[in-house]
């Protein structure tokens, strides 16, 4: 196992952490100020396509796709990729310009892997290119979505058509102005058997039918201008060569879908991690408590240390989980992906919250960016399924692999 980065991905390494540094960093107080303004919500930052331009000349562009996508990918292994999701998650506004942002990326492989060629001219091309965004809609306001089986949403063969019924909500980037599209996830057969019931089908927004009830905060956070979104589908009908892949392999395309993603995910929380780490190291060498400044206080060095730890540990462990998905494919790898998701948001909630501890009143404020992490790492411990079901699965593993009897 050599976690020793290519040349390549150090090169981009390098690439996206100057870019970020002159084009990004001096506009990021602005934006901020933007996304924060009430008024503001749902509309995009002026200066957005133009970074997005920069970026794209500058060979920054849809780096996320794995080069097994073939001619839509840049030609990165899951395990290139990996810094450049950590480096990416240090400033959680700044995907977009880069095309790597969710949901956009999960829905992107998933058109590139099991969309039709129409499909893919349709959707995935604009996607690729950045002009539009999309959503993902599964999860149901009135079961458990993390059993994707209870999903009560149904599509219905009508003719030529499909006509969809049902409730989603945390349907992120649904609330973009450049939201165009979405993947539903419902029921085309509660007949079959239980993990072929599901199917995926294309909806354009702009359908009749389709209502967007509300913006869902997290914390507080509406994370604008993509939002989180509660959604109402009503007697929406799409054409049926909408339909992903086929009736009943929703469930497949679910799984296929989540593997690349927990890695993006992982790899951004740990940027997070690594961030909220820096500020509190940077905070013990300012302030003073008891006649001491707070570097010569054991228990701070101790959760300084603590915290280097874990963010290391959580780091390798991706690390290992996006070689493995490289080299044996996402299904080999399900026990250490399951892991990262376990790990990752648990140790950024630990120290991001460690961090907040040292700072006092100034880690809870806008003053500083632990606050907006730590709800989104709290986020993720439910997105892409929560801990119960990756624990309940990764047990149920290794209960058979080192069971005896």
Known sequence: MNFEYSEKSIQLQQKLTAFIATHLLPIEEEFLVFQRNPENFWKRFPKLEDLKATAKEAGLWNLFLPKDYKEFSPGLTNLEYAPLAEIMGRNIWICEIFNCNAPDTGNMEVLAKYGSKSQQEKWLQPLLSGEIRSTFLMTEPEVASSDATNIETSIVLDGDDYVINGRKWWSSGAMDPNCKVAIVMGKTNPAADRHQQQSMILVPLDTKGVEIVRPLSVFGYYDSPEGHAEIILNDVRVPKENLLLGEGRGFEIAQGRLGPGRIHHCMRLVGMAQVALEIMSQRTLEREAFGKKFY?????????????????????????????????????AK???????????????????????????????????????????????????????????????????????
């Open 296 to 332: 010569d206080f054991s228990s701070i060095r101790h959760e300084i240390a603590n915290s280097q730890c874990e963010v290391e540990q959580a780091r390798l462990l991706t690390l290992s989980a996006a070689d493995k998905m490289d080299k044996k494919g996402n299904k080999e």
């Open 335 to 405: 026990d250490l992906i399951a892991m990262i998701k376990i790990v990752a948001p648990n140790m950024a909630l630990n120290v991001i919250d460690r961090a907040m501890q040292i700072l006092g009143g100034k880690g809870m404020s806008s003053d500083t960016p632990l606050a907006h992490y730590f709800a989104i790492a709290r986020m993720l411990r439910l997105a892409d399924g929560p801990d119960e079901v990756h624990r309940y699965q990764l047990g149920k593993s290794c209960i058979k692999k080192y069971g005896k009897g």
